[in-house]
């Protein structure tokens, strides 16, 4: 369950009466864009796609000898099964990332890992991205030269249905190779094998994950007065006059799910608009109650320049109850007998308060738990509202034409070919 609190934003329920129009407007705009092939609107059929979901089962299935999972990736290739593979891996499988090309840390892990118990997936939609085409090198090289012939078994590529070097690197060598939708862009292939490879082999329940995903289609998909996507949309749109908006989640399981909606968001809304404006607010990611001893200072007294979103479980699938200790009664006996949770709730709810006080404007989106069904649905609504954004934007959220230039300057530096000057 997901569920929506405005309660510090009074205004806000007659300004979601008077924009009706306009929200129906961008969802009509959205969903007529369905139709063109070009549109990359794929994720909005992922969490249907059953056969995907059997394809990476049997694949988890045949492979039980697995201990290590090394994740090659960067950006909407690794943030999504980061988050989720954190939130919810209930196997004995490790998970390491290379989303990054600093040497230091790729020797440590090389030198840690038991390439016979180890499974490398490689994970690029275009196949062109540099520091997982040098991750790739790396780690395709320690395979062959510890397993000889075997390395093939030891390499997953999860790539293009049709293009890039992997999908080639695939044909040629006979590898295992999963499809990213070709209408499915990075940022938004979370529920593709993207991330539902690595979970499987993290033991996560992806059906519930799934299931939650489709509820957050139909409730996207329902009249205005229950279409939760449109109201956080509207949300972001009354206060994009604000520059910063805080993504605050209460939940240690959740500690990557900021970083996660960052991307999805910045990169989604943070460009040219049709007239060429300059639009986008700026998500800032944050984490309760570690930030409450870091940032809220800031968030409370510093520049009301922000839209705080909280992000908070309303139940915990296990509470711990905190015992009485002879000798800490006086700073700690308020604490005794109290479960973690409720203290990490009161907490939430108290920041809540502290925040609204101050005239910060924020909202709170409550999930029922930290579960693979409420967190598909948080994601999937996530990506409904920044797809709404884009229509009421006037931007396409499915490109990111700003991080080309940077792309094609590290190529020349490196000497790649064309790209010279
Ligand atoms: O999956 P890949 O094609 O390797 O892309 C990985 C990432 O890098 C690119 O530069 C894009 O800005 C991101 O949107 C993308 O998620």
New binding site residues.
């Given amino acids: 369950m997901l569920r929506l609190d405005t309660r510090f934003l009074p205004d806000f329920p007659q300004a979601f009466k008077e924009h009706g129009p306009l929200l129906l407007q961008a969802r009509e705009a959205l969903l007529a864009k369905r139709k063109d092939p070009q549109s990359m609107l794929g994720w909005m059929d992922l969490p249907e796609d059953t056969e995907t979901l059997r394809e990476v089962r049997r694949f988890r299935e045949a492979n039980p000898w697995v201990e290590d999972f090394v994740l090659l990736?960067?950006?909407?290739?690794?943030?999504g099964p980061k988050a989720l593979e954190a939130a919810f891996n209930g196997s004995s499988v490790r998970f390491h990332y290379v989303d990054h090309v600093e040497p230091e840390p790729v020797l440590r892990l090389l030198r840690g890992l038991d390439p016979r118990k180890t499974l490398v997936n490689a994970?690029?939609?275009?196949?062109?991205?540099a520091?997982?085409l040098a991750a790739l090198l790396v780690f395709l090289n320690w395979l062959r030269e510890h397993l000889g012939e075997d390395w093939r078994r030891h390499l997953v590529l999860t790539?293009?249905p049709k293009r890039?070097a992997l999908r080639a690197l695939a044909e040629r060598e006979g590898l295992r190779a999963f499809a990213?939708p070709e209408n499915v862009?990075?940022?938004f292939?979370v529920l593709s094998p993207?991330g539902l490879l690595p979970l499987a082999f993290a033991g996560a329940d992806l059906e519930a994950l799934l299931m939650g995903a489709r509820k957050a289609n139909e409730v996207a998909l329902a009249p205005l007065e229950e279409n939760l996507p449109l109201q956080t949309a509207l949300l972001q749109h009354l206060h994009r006059h604000l520059p910063v908006t805080v993504f605050m989640v209460y939940s240690e399981r959740l500690k990557y799910l900021p970083a996660w909606f960052v991307?999805l968001h910045d990169?989604s809304l943070g460009k040219r608009d049709e007239e060429g404006n300059r639009v986008g607010t700026t998500a800032v990611p944050a984490l309760g109650p570690q930030d409450q001893h870091a940032q809220v200072q800031l968030f409370r007294e510093g520049p009301l320049d922000k839209l705080i979103v909280l992000v908070v479980p309303e139940g915990a699938t296990e509470d711990l109850l905190l015992p009485r200790v002879e000798g800490l009664e006086g700073e700690a006996g308020y604490l005794f007998g109290k479960g973690l949770f409720q203290l990490l709730k009161a907490e939430a709810e108290a920041t809540y308060q502290a925040l609204a006080e101050a005239g910060q404007r924020v909202y709170t989106l409550y999930l029922s738990e930290v579960s693979p069904y409420a967190v598909g649905w948080l994601l999937q609504h996530l990506m409904w509202q920044t797809a709404f954004l884009g229509e009421l934007w006037r931007v396409n959220a499915f490109d990111?034409p700003g991080?080309?230039l940077?792309?094609r300057l590290t190529f020349a530096l490196l000497g790649r070919p064309g790209y010279g000057s």
């Fill in positions: 990736g960067i950006g909407g290739s690794a943030l994970v690029s939609k275009s196949g062109a991205t520091e997982t790539t293009d890039g990213i862009g990075g940022r292939s993207v991307q990169e990111q991080v080309e940077g792309k």
